[in-house]
């Protein structure tokens, strides 16, 4: 079975800060984790996605994250937020090229305030 | 480029009543389809995926029911609403096996 965990509910942040939304994930095999981003009442967008190679991915908007195999983490990041930043943040991981589905984590509301 | 489409935007349903929710993909073929329900605007439950034609796999028991009639339409439905069916329902399609989910805008049901 494959799993992620967000472990933060919500994030605050002031605005120009860096931010940082945490993930760890659980699955057999290679991991492919992937970030998503969801506005209200919107579906949720792509942010960038772990296959393999560099353990740093950059994606959309400014956002990267760091694939860190030993501690099974796949961290979000982003050296200075924007107001606009602010919105519910999903993780998700499949199982390598044999995965059809994706689990995702139960979300991560990030404000940033003025 | 691809795109997917899905709609009603909104809807409301008395208990009992059915429920048909369609989703159709451009620009792509043989898609993998997905439906997600997200309840109280946080995590996601996959209800229904699809690997082709015909081919539907459910991963939770419940009063729905999901068709993939052509290559790119999956449709959603229900033949008897219950309350605890309202939600935000998410369709999302995927191409190859290390590409994203892309998903759709979603519909807000209410059953009432």
């Known amino acids: 079975a494959q799993s992620v965990a967000q472990p933060e509910d919500q994030v605050n942040v002031a605005e120009g800060n860096p931010l940082t939304v945490k993930c760890t994930y659980s699955?057999?095999?290679?991991?492919?984790l992937f970030w998503y981003v969801q506005y209200p009442n919107r579906g949720l967008q792509f942010l960038l996605k772990?296959?393999?190679?560099?353990?740093l991915v950059k994606g959309s908007y400014g956002f990267e994250a760091e694939f860190n195999k030993s501690q099974t983490s796949f961290h979000l990041k982003k050296p200075s937020a924007l107001v606009s930043d602010s919105a519910l943040y999903f993780c998700?991981?499949?199982?390598?090229?044999?995965?059809?589905?994706?689990?995702f984590g139960g979300g991560t509301r990030l404000m940033v305030k003025p | 480029s691809q795109t997917i489409h899905q709609w009603p935007a909104t809807l409301v349903q008395p208990v009992g009543s059915p429920l048909s929710l369609e989703c159709t993909v451009e620009?792509?073929?043989?898609?993998?389809l997905y439906w997600y329900r997200q309840a109280a605007g946080r995590g996601l439950q996959l209800l229904f995926y699809?690997?082709?034609?015909?081919?539907i796999s459910s991963e939770v028991p419940q009063n729905l029911s999901a068709s993939r009639p052509q290559d790119r339409q999956f449709i959603l439905s229900s033949k008897k609403l219950l309350l605890s069916d309202s939600g935000f329902y998410l369709c999302?399609?995927?191409?190859?096996?290390?590409?994203?989910?892309?998903f759709g805008n979603g519909t807000r049901l209410t059953v009432t």
């Open positions: 998700a991981v499949t199982r390598g090229s044999a995965g059809n589905m994706l689990t």
């Open positions: 999302a399609w995927r191409g190859s096996y290390n590409s994203p989910l892309h």
């Open positions: 699955v057999s095999g290679n991991p492919y």
């Open positions: 772990y296959i393999t190679g560099d353990n």
């Open positions: 699809s690997v082709g034609i015909g081919q």
């Open positions: 620009g792509t073929s043989n898609p993998n």
